[in-house]
């Protein structure tokens, strides 16, 4: 257990954002559950996240050590495109969990990596997401890069943070898109009527960016790129649901009568760019589109002849 001790030299900024930009190896979701936890005190006293900095207010934070982690190492064979000494970049095929939460213990990313890389993974992210420097959901498919020590993933974090990390996506969303490109900028945060879901909101949410560029229409549905600027959570769904063209296949934020076939969103990780932590060297990795994928499309170009 470690304490730091900071004085705050910035009013009305919020405790969790402070802490952030004085502490560059914490995360905001981790900082944020460190002061729910009752670690943060503000001249002697427990606050909550939203707590607004007053001119030299004595802040201590007290980070707990780390958890071993209570994941079971599993033999899943693993498409892995890329790997070092520092760094993995795996293609993730549909279906597959990232990381272990309530009902997926077993059979996840995270079980794999352990098997694969032993002991050689960052532990920035704790018990819960050893080695992952961002994620992708359980039905999209694609490249993901993972972390083997704790320098490599605060590098890659922190290219993520300032935008300088590339992660483009492929996607077929339903209509026909008349723009060749739209941005969308809208802030995004838990859906105020359903907390499982994400949504355009201005309540608690953060700044989201998201460039669409079609490739091919195929009168009901569009082929498009999507490339990120931020990385929210459900981004592109939410995104291309709030212009009115949901991803094909999407079960929470299409339409009710879902394509099946699909079994999930029609989304793919295609590409991936970033500068190596040790080397500095730009890297860039593409991956081809899945079977699922290309098979959609060759049913979207029989039908649109």
Do not use: W
């Not at 460190?34 to 001119?55: F, M, Q, R």
């Amino acid at each position: 257990m470690e304490k730091i001790n900071l004085t705050c030299t910035s009013l009305g900024v919020r405790i969790d954002k402070f802490i952030c930009e004085n502490l560059e190896d914490l995360t905001r979701s981790s900082v944020q559950k460190i002061i729910e936890n009752g670690n943060v005190l503000v001249n002697g006293k427990s606050v909550n996240k939203n707590y607004k900095c007053k001119i030299n207010d004595e802040i201590e934070v007290t980070i707990p050590d780390a958890v071993p982690l209570d994941v079971k190492a599993e033999n899943i064979p693993l498409n892995i495109v890329y790997e070092d000494a520092d760094l993995l970049v795996v293609n993730k095929p549909k279906g597959m969990v990232v990381h272990p939460a309530n009902g997926n213990y077993n059979s996840t990313l995270v079980n794999a990596l352990l098997h694969h890389c032993k002991d050689s993974l960052s532990g920035i992210n704790g018990v819960i997401r050893p080695g992952i420097v961002h994620r992708i959901d359980k039905d999209t498919s694609g490249l993901l890069i993972v972390a083997k020590n704790d320098a490599s993933h605060l590098s890659l974090a922190s290219q993520i943070k300032e935008h300088s990390f590339t992660r483009a996506y492929e996607a077929v969303l339903y209509g026909n898109i008349k723009e060749d490109e739209i941005t969308v900028n809208q802030p995004i945060g838990r859906n105020p009527k359903d907390r499982k879901k994400m949504a355009v909101t201005l309540k608690n949410s953060k700044s989201a960016v998201t460039h669409f560029y079609v490739i091919k229409r195929y009168g009901d549905f569009t082929h498009v790129r999507c490339v990120l600027e931020t990385g929210r959570t459900h981004q592109i769904r939410v995104h291309s649901a709030y212009i009115g063209h949901p991803v094909a296949g999407d079960e929470v934020y299409g339409p009710k009568k879902v394509i099946t076939e699909l079994q999930g969103q029609c989304l793919h990780a295609k590409q991936i760019g970033f500068v190596h932590p040790k080397t500095g060297e730009y890297m860039e990795f593409e991956s081809e589109l899945p079977d699922y994928f290309k098979s959609f499309l060759k049913k979207l170009e029989n039908k649109s002849k």
